[in-house]
């Protein structure tokens, strides 16, 4: 038997064989797709860089793009500023660093992101971030679904305490 020779054959119009094509998604909907439309984001700084803005006193934010039960958040960061521990209560999510570095503390350890680096996490997970640069930062968030709750933590140990939603 000739190995470069298959026994499969299609025959007909596969075309026709409508439950094998898959139709183009206009919205993500898998963890895959999100942190896809979050590297397509961050490749195209004509979406995003124009609107940074920075403020001495609280992380700026802007919410970039909403789609079907969820939304995408672009952060800044000057040095010194931090989330706070937090979780982001039933939200998905997947946090991209643009520009910059940003430092994550979870109860496992300290984890450095630098540009182009990403966190998937599932809902309840809880992380302080932080940039402890010199530099500005940017980052990209996407909740899903939109970002509703965002309960603080004293401590990675530590209860919940609910706090104003703001993205992180």
């Known amino acids: 038997m000739n190995s470069s020779h298959s026994d499969l054959q299609i025959a007909g119009d596969i075309l026709e064989v409508q439950h094998l094509l898959q139709p183009a998604r206009e919205h993500p909907a898998t963890v895959a797709e999100f942190a896809g439309l979050a590297r397509s984001i961050a490749a195209d700084r004509s ?11 609280s992380r700026w934010y802007h919410r970039l793009r909403t789609g079907p039960g969820y939304e995408v ?7 010194g500023q931090g989330s706070g521990a937090h979780d982001h209560g039933a939200s998905s999510g997947v946090l991209t660093v643009l520009a910059g570095e940003l430092t994550e503390r979870t109860e496992r350890g300290v984890r450095n992101l630098g540009a182009g680096s990403q966190r998937v996490f599932a809902p309840g997970y809880v992380h ?10 940017v980052s990209l968030h996407v909740y899903y679904p939109g970002l509703t709750d965002m309960p603080m933590h004293a401590s990675q140990s530590s209860s919940p305490a609910t706090q104003d939603v703001v993205p992180a």
């Open 47 to 57: 979406q995003w860089a124009h609107l940074v803005q920075y403020d001495a006193v």
């Open 73 to 79: 958040w672009l952060l800044s960061w000057v040095p």
């Open 128 to 137: 302080d971030v932080v940039n402890d640069s010199l530099e500005p930062a």
